[in-house]
C-alpha cells in the first residue's frame, strides 16, 4: 500500500497537476446526483479500508452485498414487470393480455385515484377521476373481470395499492378462490407501505398509527394465509420521486423497514417467518453508479440490520430482495424520445445493481398515460438489455472497481447517519423514531430542501438537463397520447349500482358490523374485511368504516 | 407601497404529488411573491373560495391525476359563483397535461399551461408580464 | 372597485368586497382612510381573540378546532393568520398550514359562508403582527363576524403585539423540555389572558401546567405583597398599571389534544368568559380606550410627520444639523415652530 500511496502522490504531483494548469476541467468540483464529491480517480487506497470477505464477498452469501442468489440472472432474469392499469377492468385486462403476449412475466397493476384513496366511483371527491391514471375498482366484480382469464397459478401479480392494501389483498384471494387456486399457492406483492405516504406520497387516509396496525393486521394474517405473496413492498421510489436524494431515499426506506420489522415483533410474529415475505421498491435514477452503489448498499445494510439487530436465523431472512422502477421524474416533456435513453442508462444501473424485477418508463409519459407504442419500447428496453447486452451473464460485474466500492460504502455510511438521527428521535426505537419522524415533519422537511436544491441547480444552469436547460429545440409535439374513454366514469358508476343492488345487502351490514367491532376491539381486521369484500362491499363502504372508528389524518403543510 | 403579488398554488383533486406544487411555491416566494398553498385534496369549491377571500392575483392549479378537464373549469366557475372575477387573474395549470388538452383548457379561460420541466424562472416571467396585461385588457 | 362599492358590499355581507378591501387597507391604497372612516361605526362588536406562541405547538390547528367550536355555538367566525414574509425579496408563504381539515372529516369550513380566512405576510416587520393588522380586524368586524381569530407569526420571538389588537390573548405552548426558559425569555407570562397547553398527550404536560399555574399564581402572591407596602405603591396596583390582567382575573391553564378535539370546547369556554368577564369589570372599554389611544396618537403622529414633509424646510434643517451647526433640541423648535405657521394654510 505504501508504494501505492507513493505512487498517487506522484502521479497527482507530476502529471494530474501540470495538466489541469495547462488543460483546467469543466467543474471546480465533480458531484454524484445526491451531492457526494467524487475524485478525479480511485484506487485501492480508496477501499482499504474494506474487507472483501466481510464486506463485498460472494453474491448468494452473507452480507449479500453482490446479489441475493449465487448466480443471479445465469438462473433466471429479472420480472420484467410493466405497471399498467387504465380505465375499466375490461380496458386494463385487454392491456395486460397484450403484455403478457409480448413477453411480460410478471402483472403490475396501476389503480385510478379513488380506488387509491379509498373512494368508490360514485363519491363526489371521485369525479374526474375515474379509471383516469389506473383501473377504477368498486367491487370484487371489478376484480372478476379485471382477471378474467388470467390463472392465478401461473402469474404473479403486483399491487400499487396502500390505504386499502388488506381490501384489495382479500379481492385477490377471492379472485384464487373463485379460479379454486389455493391461497397458499398465489404470488404477487401489495405495496402496503404507509410510512412512505407520510413521507412522500401522500396517498393519506387514517392517522399513521392505525394505518400502521392494519399493516401489521396484514403481516400477521398473511403470513397464515398466502406465504408466498410478499405483503409489503418497502418502498424509496416515491420518496425519490417527492425529490429525495439517494442517500435519503436509501435511509429512510431502510428505516422504514425497520420500524415494519420493529412493530411485527412488538405484535410476537416470528420475524423468521415474516421476512421472506417483505419486499422493496426503489427507484433507479440518472447517476448510474450512484443508483448501483445504492442497490449494493441497501442489501448489504438489510442483511446486518436483519441478522444482528432484529436475530433473523434463517439466511433467507437477510435477504433484501426488490423492484425497480426507472425515474418518472427525470422524464421531460421536451423531445420526449430523449426519454428512451435515460430510462435504458437507469435500467442497466437497475440489473448491474440486482434487482429482481423492474418496470422501466415510457418515453412519452411527462405527457400522458403511455401509448401501446411507448409501453412497447419501454419493455423492449429490458429485452435488450436481457438478451442483446450480456451484462447478465455475469454476476455483479462491477465490483471490485474502487470506484464502485468506495461509493458503496459511502452511500452506506451516509445512510447510517441518518438511520442513527431517527433512532435517536425514537429514543432507541426505530418505530417510535419514524413516527416521531412523520409528526415533526422531519421527514418532509428533508425531502422538501432536496427537491428545492435541485430545482435551483436547473435555475441556475449548475444541472444540465438535456433538452430543457440546454439543446433545447422550438418543436411541434405530436405523440400519440392515449385518452381515457370520458365514459368510463359513467359506466362505472352504473357497474357499482348494479352490483349494489343484486348482492345480499345484509350479508355486506353483517360483514361491515364485525369489521367495526374488529377495529374497535383491536382484533385483526383481515378476517371481517375477507368476508366484506366476499359479500361485494365497496372499498369505500369498508374504508368508510376503518375512518370512523380511527378517525382521518390531515397532513400538516410542509413547503 | 408597491403592491405584492399573491399567488394561490392549489392541489385539486385527489393526487397526491406535491412536489411540483411545493417547489414552486418557494421559489415563487424567493421572487418576491406572496404564496398560499393549499395543501392537498382540495376540491374546486374550497379552492375557489380561498382564491376571493384572499383575494389573489394569480390562480395556479396543479394536478397529476388527469382529471384536468373535469376539475379546472369547475374552479373557474366557483370564482365566478363566489363573487370573484376570473377575467382579472391569471388562471395557471401545470401538471402532466397532453398538448390536445392544453388547447382544450386554453379554450376554459385558462391563461397558461406548464408542463413538466418548466424552468420556474419562466412561469415567473409570465406573471409579471401577462398580469399587468390581462388586467389592462379587462378594464378596457 | 369604487369605494362607495366597497363599503357598500362589505356592509351587506359581500364577501368580495371584504376580500378588496382588505387588499386596499393592506397594501395602504390611498382609498384605504375613506373606507376606514366609513365603516368605523360600524366596529366594536366583535369579539377579537389573539393566539401566539412558539413554532410548532400546534397554533393554527388549534384556530381550526376552535373555529368548529365556535361555528357549533352559532358564532360567525373571522380569521386572520400572519406569516413571516422576506423583508428582502418582499416574498411570502401564507396560511400554508391549517386551512382546515383533512378530506373526509370534510365539515366544509372552507366553503362556510359563516367562516373567512386571510392570510397576511408581516413583510418584514417584528412583533408578530402585520402593519396593518388592526385595520383588517376592523373590517372583518363591521362586516359582521362575532369572533374574529388572530393568529400571531409564531416565529418564536417576542410577540407581544398581539395585546394590541386583541381583546382576549391566548398564549400556546407544549410540553417539551426548554419551554421554560424560553417562555421566559419572550415574556409571554405578562400577556396572555389565556395559557393552553397543547399536545398535552405527550408526556410532560403536567409538568408545564403546574409549572405555569405556578408563575401565573406568583405573580398574584406579589400583588398582594405590593399592595401590604406603602400607600403609593398600592394606589398604583389598583390602578392596574403593574399587573391590570392578574387583579381578579387568574389566567385559566387549559390543557388541549387540538388534533383529536380534546378541550376545545373548555377552551371556547374560557374565551367566553374571560369576555364576560370583561364587559362586567368595564376592563373591556378601557383596553379599547388604550387602542384607540395609541392608534389614534399614530395617525397623529403620521400626520404630523407628513405636514412636516409638506410644509417646513426639513431639509435644511436637517442638512445644518449633519454639520453640527444646530443642535437637534433646537431643529426641532424649528420645525414645529415652521409647522404651526404654516399648517394653517392647509
Redesign the interface.
Known amino acids: 500500500m505504501t508504494r501505492i500511496d507513493e505512487k498517487r502522490r506522484e502521479w497527482e504531483e507530476k502529471c494530474l497537476k501540470p495538466w489541469l494548469q495547462k488543460a483546467g476541467q469543466r467543474e471546480e468540483r465533480f458531484e454524484t446526483l445526491s451531492g457526494v464529491e467524487v475524485k478525479t480517480v480511485y484506487d485501492p487506497l480508496d477501499i482499504e479500508h474494506l474487507d472483501f470477505v466481510k464486506d463485498i464477498g460472494y453474491p448468494g452469501e452473507y452480507p449479500f452485498t453482490r446479489g441475493v442468489y449465487p448466480n443471479m440472472y445465469r438462473g433466471r432474469l429479472w420480472t420484467m414487470r410493466q405497471f399498467s392499469g387504465f380505465g375499466t377492468a375490461e380496458d386494463t385486462n385487454r392491456r395486460w393480455k397484450m403484455l403478457l403476449e409480448e413477453g411480460e412475466t410478471g402483472l403490475s397493476t396501476a389503480f385510478d385515484?379513488?380506488t387509491?384513496?379509498g373512494?368508490d366511483s360514485d363519491d363526489p371527491?371521485?369525479?374526474?377521476?375515474v379509471g383516469?391514471?389506473g383501473v377504477a375498482i368498486d367491487t370484487l366484480k371489478d376484480f372478476e373481470i379485471l382477471f378474467d382469464g388470467i390463472p392465478l397459478d401461473q402469474v404473479s401479480t403486483s399491487f400499487t395499492i396502500n390505504p386499502p392494501a388488506g381490501i384489495i389483498l382479500a379481492m385477490y384471494v377471492a379472485i384464487a378462490e373463485k379460479q379454486r387456486v389455493p391461497k397458499e399457492k398465489i404470488r404477487g406483492t401489495i405495496q402496503n407501505d404507509m410510512l412512505k405516504?407520510f413521507h412522500a406520497?401522500?396517498?393519506?387516509?387514517l392517522p399513521p398509527e392505525p394505518s400502521l396496525k392494519i399493516i401489521v393486521d396484514i403481516f400477521e394474517w398473511g403470513v397464515e394465509n398466502v406465504p408466498k405473496f410478499n405483503l409489503i413492498s418497502i418502498s424509496g421510489y416515491h420518496i425519490r420521486?417527492?425529490?429525495s436524494t439517494a442517500v435519503q431515499e436509501l435511509a429512510f426506506t431502510i428505516a422504514d423497514g425497520m420500524a415494519y420489522v420493529e412493530a411485527a415483533i412488538e405484535r410476537g410474529i416470528d420475524i423468521d417467518r415474516l421476512a421472506p415475505q417483505l419486499s422493496f421498491f426503489f427507484n433507479s435514477h440518472n447517476d448510474f453508479f450512484e443508483e448501483i452503489a445504492k442497490f449494493r448498499a441497501a442489501r448489504r445494510m438489510w442483511a446486518k440490520i436483519m441478522r444482528d439487530e432484529y436475530g433473523a436465523k434463517d439466511p433467507r431472512s437477510w435477504w433484501l430482495k426488490f423492484h425497480t422502477q426507472t425515474a418518472g421524474?427525470s422524464?421531460?416533456?421536451?423531445q420526449p424520445l430523449n426519454n428512451v435513453v435515460r430510462t435504458t442508462i437507469q435500467a442497466m444501473a437497475a440489473v448491474l445493481g440486482g434487482t429482481q424485477s423492474l418496470h422501466t418508463n415510457s418515453f412519452d409519459?411527462?405527457?400522458?398515460?403511455p401509448s401501446e407504442e411507448a409501453v412497447r419500447v419501454a419493455l423492449r428496453t429490458q429485452q435488450i438489455i436481457a438478451y442483446e447486452s450480456g451484462i447478465p451473464n455475469v454476476v455483479d460485474p462491477l465490483a471490485g472497481s474502487y470506484y464502485v466500492e468506495w461509493l458503496t460504502d459511502k452511500m452506506e455510511k451516509l445512510a447510517w447517519k441518518y438511520i442513527e438521527d431517527i433512532r435517536k428521535m425514537g429514543d432507541g426505537s426505530m418505530l417510535r423514531g419514524v413516527l416521531r419522524g412523520i409528526e415533526?415533519g422531519f421527514f418532509v422537511r428533508e425531502i422538501?430542501d432536496a427537491?428545492?436544491r435541485y430545482?435551483?441547480e436547473?435555475?441556475e444552469g449548475k444541472r444540465i438537463?438535456v433538452g430543457?436547460?440546454k439543446f433545447t429545440i422550438e418543436e411541434e409535439?405530436?405523440i400519440p397520447?392515449l385518452?381515457?374513454d370520458p365514459e368510463v366514469q359513467r359506466r362505472q358508476i352504473e357497474r357499482l349500482k348494479k352490483v349494489k343492488a343484486e348482492r345480499d345487502n345484509e350479508a355486506v351490514r353483517e360483514a361491515l358490523e364485525w369489521l367495526r367491532s374488529a377495529a374497535e376491539n383491536d382484533e385483526n381486521v383481515m378476517p371481517p374485511i375477507m368476508e366484506a369484500v366476499r359479500s361485494y362491499a365497496t372499498i369505500g363502504e369498508i374504508m368508510g368504516v376503518l375512518?370512523e372508528v380511527y378517525?382521518?389524518?390531515?397532513?400538516?403543510?410542509i413547503? | 407601497m408597491e403592491k405584492k403579488i399573491r399567488v394561490l398554488v392549489a392541489k385539486v383533486g385527489l393526487d397526491g404529488h406535491d412536489r411540483g406544487a411545493k417547489v414552486l411555491a418557494r421559489f415563487l416566494r424567493d421572487s418576491g411573491f406572496e404564496v398560499i398553498y393549499t395543501g392537498l385534496h382540495r376540491t374546486p369549491q374550497e379552492v375557489a373560495m380561498a382564491a376571493v377571500d384572499e383575494d389573489v392575483d394569480v390562480v395556479g392549479i396543479s394536478l397529476h391525476s388527469g382529471a384536468h378537464l373535469a376539475l379546472v373549469p369547475k374552479v373557474i366557475n366557483y370564482i365566478r359563483e363566489y363573487g370573484g372575477n376570473p377575467d382579472e387573474m391569471l388562471i395557471l395549470v401545470g401538471g402532466v397535461i397532453p398538448t390536445d388538452d392544453i388547447v382544450e383548457l386554453k379554450k376554459m379561460g385558462v391563461d397558461e399551461v406548464f408542463i413538466p420541466g418548466t424552468p420556474i424562472s419562466e412561469i415567473v416571467e409570465f406573471i409579471k408580464t401577462k398580469l399587468p396585461e390581462k388586467r389592462k385588457k379587462n378594464e378596457s | 372597485m369604487k369605494v362607495e362599492e366597497l363599503v357598500e358590499g362589505l356592509l351587506s355581507g359581500n364577501r368580495r368586497a371584504l376580500a378588496r378591501a382588505i387588499t386596499y387597507v393592506e397594501n395602504e391604497y390611498p382609498e384605504s382612510k375613506e373606507i376606514m372612516k366609513r365603516i368605523f361605526t360600524n366596529t366594536g362588536k366583535a369579539h377579537i381573540v389573539g393566539l401566539t406562541g412558539f413554532p410548532g405547538v400546534g397554533k393554527s390547528t388549534l384556530v381550526s378546532k376552535l373555529t368548529e367550536e365556535f361555528r357549533k355555538r352559532g358564532k360567525k367566525v373571522g380569521i386572520i393568520a400572519i406569516d413571516p414574509g422576506s423583508p428582502f425579496t418582499g416574498g411570502a408563504l401564507l396560511g400554508d398550514r391549517l386551512r382546515l381539515d383533512g378530506m373526509d372529516s370534510r365539515k366544509p369550513l372552507w366553503t362556510d359562508p359563516g367562516v373567512f380566512f386571510r392570510s397576511m405576510s408581516s413583510r418584514g416587520r417584528a412583533g408578530g403582527l402585520a402593519a396593518k393588522t388592526g385595520d383588517v380586524v376592523r373590517l372583518l368586524d363591521a362586516f359582521g363576524f362575532d369572533i374574529i381569530l388572530v393568529e400571531t407569526v409564531g416565529a418564536g420571538q417576542s410577540e407581544v403585539d398581539i395585546i394590541e389588537v386583541a381583546d382576549t390573548s391566548v398564549v400556546v405552548m407544549m410540553p417539551e423540555t426548554g419551554d421554560e426558559i424560553q417562555v421566559n425569555k419572550a415574556g409571554i407570562l405578562e400577556i396572555g389572558d389565556i395559557y393552553v397547553v397543547n399536545k398535552a398527550d405527550l408526556g410532560g404536560a403536567e409538568k408545564v401546567e403546574r409549572w405555569l399555574r405556578y408563575m401565573l399564581s406568583l405573580d398574584e402572591e406579589s400583588v398582594q405583597m405590593l399592595s401590604q407596602m406603602t400607600h403609593a405603591d398600592e394606589a398604583r396596583v389598583a390602578s392596574g398599571e403593574f399587573f391590570e390582567r392578574r387583579k381578579g382575573w387568574c389566567p385559566p391553564v387549559i390543557k388541549t389534544v387540538a388534533d383529536k378535539g380534546e378541550g376545545i370546547a373548555e377552551l371556547a369556554d374560557a374565551i367566553e368568559r374571560h369576555f364576560k368577564y370583561m364587559e362586567e369589570t368595564g376592563l373591556i372599554e378601557k383596553r379599547r380606550k388604550e387602542r384607540v389611544k395609541r392608534e389614534l396618537f399614530e395617525i397623529v403622529m403620521n400626520d404630523v410627520i407628513k405636514l412636516v414633509k409638506e410644509k417646513t424646510n426639513y431639509r435644511d434643517v436637517i442638512a445644518k444639523l449633519a454639520r453640527n451647526e444646530i443642535d437637534p433640541y433646537t431643529a426641532a423648535d424649528m420645525i414645529v415652530e415652521e409647522v404651526l405657521k404654516n399648517a394653517k394654510e392647509r
Not at chain 1, 201 to 205: E, I, K, R, W
Not at chain 1, 551 to 557: L, N
Open positions: 385515484f379513488p387509491l384513496m373512494v371527491l371521485a369525479d374526474g377521476e383516469k391514471v405516504e406520497q401522500n396517498t393519506l387516509v420521486e417527492a425529490g421524474c422524464l421531460t416533456a421536451q409519459e411527462a405527457w400522458a398515460l415533526n422538501s427537491a428545492a430545482q435551483r436547473i435555475e438537463v430543457v436547460n409535439l405530436r397520447i385518452k381515457v375512518k378517525g382521518t389524518y390531515k397532513k400538516p403543510i413547503i
